[in-house]
């Protein structure tokens, strides 16, 4: 075995402490008896290592202060069973997102801004070992052969890790994390990311089964609005979700969930996106939503809300609404389907009618920028008609001055929400700035 590298006194002390922490976690993977690990339940075994902990840290008496030694216990139980240096981070309800850049950076996401903190790992190999027991945890695995890996904890948060030599200062690690607690429609209205007109109209497209695009960039809650909007899915639908890696949590009864398989080391097993898009059209679907639609499956997609799959809704990274339709004329192109870009065009205009684009403002609040219907397309060119929209007037103290504005177009998915017997309030599409917070009446 190799011996212990020496704690240098011009080490970090946090440095130190986990140095120290990886010492006696060492000693106690040498003391435990794994030939009798087995008979033992899943409480008596935790109990067990915690008091070996609690001697082993006894023992440190000399270099480890009294007051310290909880504290060394809490964080090598966090190292056998939790996220090591990182648990008091995923305990912090108002963490979004944890960013690990090597053994001495670790940054978190706060209400949509970054800031630093004072975690720090003993070594990149104590890092690395932190994520190669994550990535086992979730079923996969990371070494030199496979130096990055997308995987979902079993916490429901979103992993995703790069290792050397891809990663050229050290294993990187970032965590998405899983909130017990969604951010709910109406905490998002009182919040002022959207107005209760725009909360009415998106609820009454949902019913209405209109088929619904959420477009926006990294982090801007796209994939929490597809979760809000789709809570107001019939309980009577049957729906199937296609994602790349399982965020959805729909409260309908009858849900499907797909997940996508990368492939293994030799290359094979790959089950893609559009694998399984094929696929659920013979599920026997009421509506299809795609967590993120990345490439090729576009056009499934596109298919599925062309023939008799209404109500389906996907997200997709772009800058705008505009821009999101230009990004699907791409994917269509990356499906390997020869189409002429006029017949792309026309066959995005009829299947996706409501485009909604959300933004992450540089006060890391959260807008729905605009709310926008696809009438169709003429002469090639989309017809895209705003419905309601947010202008940014200034930033002041940190938080971002502007209002929320109905055009004074009224769409035609009026239409067919009328036709699923849905009644719109009559002052929703009068042009003029709304008002935000409070709370809103659904149609």
Same mark, same amino acid.
């Given at each position: 075995?190799?011996?212990?590298?020496?704690?240098?006194?011009?080490?970090?002390?946090?440095?130190?402490?986990?140095?120290?922490?990886?010492?006696?976690?060492?000693?106690?993977?040498?003391?435990?008896?794994?030939?009798?690990?087995?008979?033992?339940?899943?409480?008596?075994?935790?109990?067990?290592?915690?008091?070996?902990?609690?001697?082993?840290?006894?023992?440190?008496?000399?270099?480890?202060?009294?007051?310290?030694?909880?504290?060394?216990?809490?964080?090598?139980?966090?190292?056998?069973?939790?996220?090591?240096?990182?648990?008091?981070?995923?305990?912090?309800?108002?963490?979004?997102?944890?960013?690990?850049?090597?053994?001495?950076?670790?940054?978190?996401?706060?209400?949509?801004?970054?800031?630093?903190?004072?975690?720090?790992?003993?070594?990149?190999?104590?890092?690395?070992?932190?994520?190669?027991?994550?990535?086992?945890?979730?079923?996969?695995?990371?070494?030199?052969?496979?130096?990055?890996?997308?995987?979902?904890?079993?916490?429901?948060?979103?992993?995703?890790?790069?290792?050397?030599?891809?990663?050229?200062?050290?294993?990187?690690?970032?965590?998405?994390?899983?909130?017990?607690?969604?951010?709910?429609?109406?905490?998002?209205?009182?919040?002022?990311?959207?107005?209760?007109?725009?909360?009415?109209?998106?609820?009454?497209?949902?019913?209405?089964?209109?088929?619904?695009?959420?477009?926006?960039?990294?982090?801007?809650?796209?994939?929490?609005?597809?979760?809000?909007?789709?809570?107001?899915?019939?309980?009577?639908?049957?729906?199937?979700?296609?994602?790349?890696?399982?965020?959805?949590?729909?409260?309908?009864?009858?849900?499907?969930?797909?997940?996508?398989?990368? /492939?293994?080391?030799?290359?094979?097993?790959?089950?893609?996106?559009?694998?399984?898009?094929?696929?659920?059209?013979?599920?026997?679907?009421?509506?299809?939503?795609?967590?993120?639609?990345?490439?090729?499956?576009?056009?499934?997609?596109?298919?599925?809300?062309?023939?008799?799959?209404?109500?389906?809704?996907?997200?997709?990274?772009?800058?705008?609404?505009?821009?999101?339709?230009?990004?699907?004329?791409?994917?269509?192109?990356?499906?390997?389907?020869?189409?002429?870009?006029?017949?792309?065009?026309?066959?995005?205009?009829?299947?996706?009618?409501?485009?909604?684009?959300?933004?992450?403002?540089?006060?890391?609040?959260?807008?729905?920028?605009?709310?926008?219907?696809?009438?169709?397309?003429?002469?090639?060119?989309?017809?895209?008609?705003?419905?309601?929209?947010?202008?940014?007037?200034?930033?002041?103290?940190?938080?971002?001055?502007?209002?929320?504005? /109905?055009?004074?177009?009224?769409?035609? /998915?009026?239409?067919?929400?009328?036709?699923?017997?849905?009644?719109?309030?009559?002052?929703?599409?009068?042009?003029?700035?709304?008002?935000?917070?409070?709370?809103?009446?659904?149609?």
């Amino acid at each position: 075995m190799l011996a212990d590298p020496p704690i240098q006194r011009e080490m970090d002390p946090r440095q130190a402490f986990q140095l120290l922490k990886t010492r006696i976690h060492r000693q106690m993977v040498d003391a435990i008896d794994l030939s009798k690990a087995g008979e033992l339940t899943e409480t008596v075994f935790r109990q067990q290592l915690e008091a070996l902990a609690n001697h082993l840290c006894a023992r440190q008496s000399t270099v480890l202060p009294a007051e310290d030694r909880q504290s060394m216990v809490d964080e090598i139980m966090n190292e056998i069973y939790g996220f090591g240096p990182l648990q008091r981070l995923m305990n912090e309800e108002d963490v979004s997102d944890v960013l690990v850049n090597g053994a001495s950076n670790v940054y978190v996401e706060r209400n949509g801004r970054l800031e630093p903190t004072d975690v720090k790992f003993a070594s990149d190999d104590h890092l690395l070992q932190v994520i190669q027991r994550l990535v086992g945890r979730a079923g996969r695995r990371i070494d030199e052969v496979s130096p990055m890996v997308d995987a979902k904890l079993p916490d429901g948060s979103r992993l995703n890790a790069v290792i050397p030599p891809l990663a050229l200062k050290g294993p990187t690690l970032s965590i998405r994390r899983f909130k017990s607690k969604g951010l709910l429609f109406e905490d998002m209205v009182r919040g002022g990311s959207l107005a209760p007109e725009m909360a009415d109209f998106l609820i009454a497209c949902v019913k209405a089964r209109a088929n619904l695009v959420v477009s926006g960039g990294t982090g801007a809650g796209k994939t929490t609005m597809l979760n809000n909007v789709s809570r107001f899915i019939p309980h009577s639908e049957r729906i199937i979700t296609i994602e790349q890696t399982a965020e959805l949590q729909l409260q309908q009864p009858d849900v499907v969930s797909l997940e996508t398989r990368p /492939a293994n080391v030799e290359g094979r097993g790959e089950i893609t996106q559009r694998d399984l898009l094929r696929n659920s059209l013979r599920m026997r679907p009421d509506r299809i939503i795609v967590g993120e639609a990345r490439g090729g499956e576009v056009l499934e997609m596109l298919q599925a809300m062309n023939t008799g799959h209404d109500g389906s809704m996907s997200t997709i990274h772009a800058n705008d609404t505009r821009d999101a339709l230009s990004r699907m004329e791409v994917m269509i192109a990356l499906s390997g389907a020869d189409l002429p870009v006029m017949v792309s065009r026309q066959y995005i205009a009829s299947a996706v009618q409501i485009l909604m684009h959300i933004t992450r403002l540089a006060t890391g609040e959260r807008k729905v920028m605009r709310i926008s219907e696809l009438v169709g397309c003429r002469d090639g060119e989309y017809q895209l008609e705003d419905i309601f929209v947010y202008r940014l007037r200034s930033v002041e103290d940190g938080r971002a001055q502007g209002s929320f504005y /109905a055009t004074g177009y009224v769409p035609l /998915a009026l239409n067919r929400a009328s036709a699923a017997g849905i009644e719109f309030r009559s002052d929703l599409f009068v042009p003029r700035e709304l008002t935000t917070g409070g709370s809103y009446g659904q149609p």
